[in-house]
């Protein structure tokens, strides 16, 4: 019998190569997908396209509206930054969204407790990535030491849960290579922060620039539609 | 100028007494409660009267389905305990909801981050209380480390978020007598868990058992109006 496991689907190219390799590594997949007011809401259907196609158990979209707090351009209409060629310098990025992985990790954490399963997979990945602190790995090893206090499974069963990062070091070439490997269709995976309204990725934001950076040194075409 | 803080404020006693101790030790409150799907929610219009009364400088009530997650007797249709002399008889009850705290917390902390300050209230309890393990101060002090680690603030200016919890150690008796002299209505706050639909307590779930031992502990007349 497979073992549950509770994944973070953000519709991206990093969480839908983490839930690929849940399956692989022969998990029944619960996947978990915020619609917190992001400015690129489109992740949130191609979320959906991409659970159903790697065979996830059950899919859960959670609203929560992290617009009513602010604090992030990602759900504001602040710019965000454009065409940089580092998106680490000058330090965290407009972009961060206060306590993100925290707020998700905890729904996370309920809903594996709920169900009964211990393992959460998340695709953070500290190489390739905008420098936010919730994508560390001093992070994630903190919140197993909260999970384990918060919950009733850790305090009555001495449960550990264990958060899963398996992209936490890899380029994202690599992760390119690797999601092609898995059967990861990546035409489905969004990447752009400022898509326009018909979806079209800018091409020039943080995340389009990681992503197509990780496309060229894969040297693997990049089915992404781009604005012209 | 007053410093500000986030105080979660759940229409319950506790914090409504823990809304007023920060308004009295000069806090600007920014109070944020949840409709996260629970069976009394009552509470909620019971919050948004306590944070206006008490002066409030903002107030956001979130919603987030918690439903949809499960695993617990406050957001089901399953039955609540009643009439127990000892609430953590038989362990954490089912009215524990799954990482509600942890919840509830990250995205006080993303709205602490989002204003720029740094002291969160919380009105848990760890002596007249139901067992739950995200009530005990082991788990507040884990979340204040996660809290450095998971924020901007924390990794780029070094900022400790605080989790106050000015009513850890108190009876529920020593919690009303504070209330009563800080101005709090009392007969506003809504304690329980399975109140008939005009909003009356039931007087027999744990919450209302804890609430009037308090009551009579405390030698102050309940205003509470229950079930006939």
Same mark, same amino acid.
């Given at each position: 019998?497979?073992?549950?496991?509770?994944?973070?689907?953000? /519709?991206?190219?990093?969480?839908?190569?983490?839930?690929?390799?849940?399956?692989?590594?022969?998990?029944?997949?619960?996947?978990?997908?915020?619609?917190?007011?992001?400015?690129?809401?489109?992740?949130?259907?191609?979320?959906?396209?991409?659970?159903?196609?790697?065979?996830?158990?059950?899919?859960?979209?959670?609203?929560?509206?992290?617009?009513?707090?602010?604090?992030?351009?990602?759900?504001?209409?602040?710019?965000?930054?454009?065409?940089?060629?580092?998106?680490?310098? /000058?330090?965290?990025?407009?972009?961060?969204?206060?306590?993100?992985?925290?707020?998700?990790?905890?729904?996370?954490?309920?809903?594996?407790?709920?169900? /009964?399963? +211990?393992?959460?997979?998340?695709?953070?990945?500290?190489?390739?990535?905008?420098?936010?602190?919730?994508? +560390?790995?001093?992070?994630?090893?903190?919140?197993?030491?909260?999970?384990?206090?918060?919950?009733?499974?850790?305090?009555?069963?001495?449960? +550990?849960?264990?958060?899963?990062?398996?992209?936490?070091?890899?380029?994202?070439?690599?992760?390119?290579?690797?999601?092609?490997?898995?059967?990861?269709?990546?035409?489905?995976?969004?990447?752009?922060?400022?898509?326009?309204?018909?979806? +079209?990725?800018?091409?020039?934001?943080?995340?389009?620039?990681?992503?197509?950076?990780?496309?060229?040194?894969?040297?693997?075409?990049?089915?992404?539609?781009?604005?012209?």
């Amino acid at each position: 019998m497979e073992k549950d496991a509770v994944v973070l689907v953000s /519709g991206g190219l990093d969480s839908a190569t983490t839930l690929a390799l849940a399956r692989r590594d022969g998990f029944a997949v619960h996947a978990l997908t915020f619609d917190y007011g992001q400015r690129h809401a489109i992740e949130i259907e191609r979320a959906r396209a991409i659970a159903r196609d790697l065979g996830a158990a059950t899919h859960l979209v959670l609203a929560i509206d992290l617009r009513s707090i602010g604090g992030s351009a990602l759900v504001s209409d602040a710019p965000v930054p454009r065409d940089r060629d580092d998106p680490t310098a /000058g330090g965290i990025p407009p972009t961060y969204v206060p306590a993100r992985n925290t707020i998700f990790l905890a729904v996370a954490l309920a809903k594996a407790e709920a169900i /009964g399963c +211990r393992d959460i997979f998340i695709g953070v990945n500290a190489l390739d990535y905008s420098g936010y602190p919730d994508c +560390r790995p001093p992070f994630l090893r903190a919140f197993e030491d909260l999970a384990a206090l918060a919950t009733r499974a850790g305090v009555e069963d001495g449960a +550990r849960f264990r958060i899963r990062a398996p992209l936490l070091h890899l380029t994202k070439a690599e992760i390119i290579r690797l999601a092609r490997d898995l059967g990861v269709d990546l035409a489905k995976t969004h990447s752009c922060y400022d898509p326009d309204d018909r979806g +079209r990725a800018c091409g020039r934001c943080d995340s389009c620039r990681l992503r197509t950076k990780g496309f060229r040194e894969a040297r693997i075409p990049d089915p992404t539609i781009y604005v012209p």
